[in-house]
């Protein structure tokens, strides 16, 4: 167990809808990121919060957006779905921005677009 | 801006030998990570094994090692003694501004 907490696992709906995924980081990180990873793709960096603050955007599309609250916990918004926004979207944390700190997984939430 | 280039779509090895899996990078910050990260069928992302720019010898942990030569800029992974189980997708990523990952390499171990 990574100690990062994302929900909901799973997440099936239609192309048009809005949804919200969630992730709580390990107790204490102070990092979190998002990635995107599509059927046998790579990680795609999408956006980095650093205690409440956003610290870099990758390819997050403007249908997207995301927030860290002061509880550090995270949400990745998601409108306006099309067919390929289908994919794992992963959460990750690390306790600050080190070079040497490494990534904490959550386990991921798969979402469908049906 | 930084970029990892793993040139392998897939490997095969037989069981209990050893496997090197490629990774360049580029980046043009002097101080940087390097992480290799495991994602069995499963999905989770499993962290391996780290280096860092500065280190002066080769990271290793268990049977990962990771063969860094920086002039070159990469950072090969070496399995030693495949497993059936180290079959998987395997991620290079670098960080410095970001965190960045690689294409993956799909490792498949046969019996």
């Known amino acids: 167990d990574s100690g990062v907490t994302q929900t909901p696992k799973h997440l099936i709906t239609a192309t048009g809808q809005r949804v919200t995924l969630r992730c709580s980081p390990r107790?204490?990180?102070?990092?979190v990121y998002w990635y995107q990873q599509s059927l046998d793709q790579g990680l795609q960096f999408l956006i980095h919060?650093?205690?409440?603050?956003?610290?870099a955007k990758g390819n997050i599309l403007e249908r997207f957006s995301a927030q860290q609250f002061p509880d550090l916990h995270s949400e990745l918004n998601l409108s306006s779905l099309e067919l390929g926004d289908s994919a794992l979207y992963f959460c990750?944390?690390?306790?600050?921005?080190?070079?040497?700190?490494?990534?904490?997984f959550g386990s991921g939430t798969q979402l469908s677009v049906l | 801006a930084q970029k990892i280039t793993q040139t392998q779509p897939g490997m095969f090895v037989q069981e209990k030998e050893a496997v090197t899996l490629d990774c360049t990078y580029d980046?043009?910050?002097?101080?940087?990570?390097l992480f290799w990260y495991k994602q069995p069928s499963s999905g989770e992302m499993i962290f391996l094994i780290y280096?860092?720019?500065?280190?002066?010898q080769n990271a290793t942990e268990g049977r990962y090692s990771l063969n860094f030569q920086k002039a070159r800029k990469s950072a090969n992974l070496v399995i030693s003694a495949s497993q059936l189980g180290d079959s998987a997708m395997y991620f290079c990523?670098?960080?410095?501004?970001?965190?960045?990952f690689g294409p993956g390499t799909r490792l498949s171990v046969l019996p």
């Open positions: 280096q860092g720019s500065y280190d002066q």
């Open positions: 919060y650093y205690n409440g603050e956003e610290r």
């Open positions: 107790s204490g990180d102070l990092s």
């Open positions: 980046t043009s910050d002097p101080s940087y990570g």
């Open positions: 990750a944390s690390s306790g600050g921005t080190g070079v040497y700190e490494k990534l904490f």
């Open positions: 990523a670098i960080r410095s501004q970001n965190f960045v």
